[in-house]
């Protein structure tokens, strides 16, 4: 977007296999933000399941600096990936950085914050489940997730993954105080 500076955007590519067996990646389709803003880094953080994108911008400030968003995409019949709303997080505040770090399966994303403050604390970090309709690229918070012995700086959400069988999610925090519990 012209004006626009360190917006981002993320790149879709899509396997191909040729009938001698060799594999190459082919440009598929660019996606951007449906709001660009000045320093949201989309695409600082990718993820892909299936018919399924999330790409968080963590520097997106729509309404506090480094609040951060995240945004979904899933495929028509024709293969093109289609962007659903930015979201953010009912309790953000300034310099979450919400979207740092995703995680996405099926229908369940897990999404970080490794800058949102923890009730009565300063930055602690917290992560958080979203879940669509099925079929759909309506999404929803249906859970936040904090350390409940952390403290400030900890940077709980860090890193997020989600195991598929048995369901579960993993948040990273890096900064906490070695052999805590």
Request: hydrophobic share 45%; glycine share 14%.
């Given at each position: 977007?012209?004006?626009?500076?360190?917006?981002?955007?993320?790149?879709?590519?899509?396997?191909?296999?040729?009938?001698?067996?060799?594999?190459?990646?082919?440009?598929?389709?660019?996606?951007?933000?449906?709001?660009?803003?000045?320093?949201?880094?989309?695409?600082?953080a990718?993820?892909?399941?299936?018919?399924?994108?999330?790409?968080?911008?963590?520097?997106?400030?729509?309404?506090?600096?480094?609040?951060?968003?995240?945004?979904?995409?899933?495929?028509?019949?024709?293969?093109?990936?289609?962007?659903?709303?930015?979201?953010?997080?009912?309790?953000?505040?300034?310099f979450d950085?919400?979207?740092?770090?995703?995680?996405?399966?099926?229908?369940?994303?897990?999404?970080?914050?490794?800058?949102?403050?923890?009730?009565?604390?300063?930055?602690?970090?917290?992560?958080?489940?979203?879940?669509?309709?099925?079929?759909?690229?309506?999404?929803?918070?249906?859970q936040?997730?904090?350390?409940?012995?952390?403290?400030?700086?900890?940077?709980?959400?860090?890193?997020?993954a989600?195991?598929?069988?048995?369901?579960?999610?993993?948040?990273?925090?890096?900064?906490?105080a070695?052999?805590?519990?």
């Amino acid at each position: 977007v012209q004006g626009v500076i360190d917006a981002g955007s993320a790149y879709v590519f899509k396997r191909i296999v040729n009938k001698s067996g060799v594999i190459s990646w082919q440009f598929q389709q660019k996606l951007v933000a449906p709001q660009p803003r000045n320093r949201a880094f989309f695409g600082f953080a990718v993820a892909i399941d299936g018919d399924r994108i999330a790409v968080g911008a963590r520097g997106d400030s729509e309404f506090f600096s480094e609040q951060g968003s995240v945004v979904f995409f899933k495929s028509d019949r024709d293969g093109v990936f289609q962007g659903g709303a930015m979201l953010r997080p009912p309790d953000s505040g300034a310099f979450d950085t919400f979207a740092a770090f995703i995680d996405l399966v099926g229908d369940t994303a897990l999404v970080g914050a490794p800058g949102a403050a923890r009730v009565g604390t300063a930055a602690g970090g917290r992560a958080y489940l979203l879940n669509a309709a099925p079929n759909s690229n309506d999404w929803s918070f249906s859970q936040t997730l904090q350390d409940p012995t952390g403290v400030a700086g900890d940077g709980f959400g860090f890193s997020v993954a989600l195991g598929n069988t048995p369901r579960r999610a993993f948040v990273g925090t890096p900064f906490s105080a070695n052999g805590a519990t």
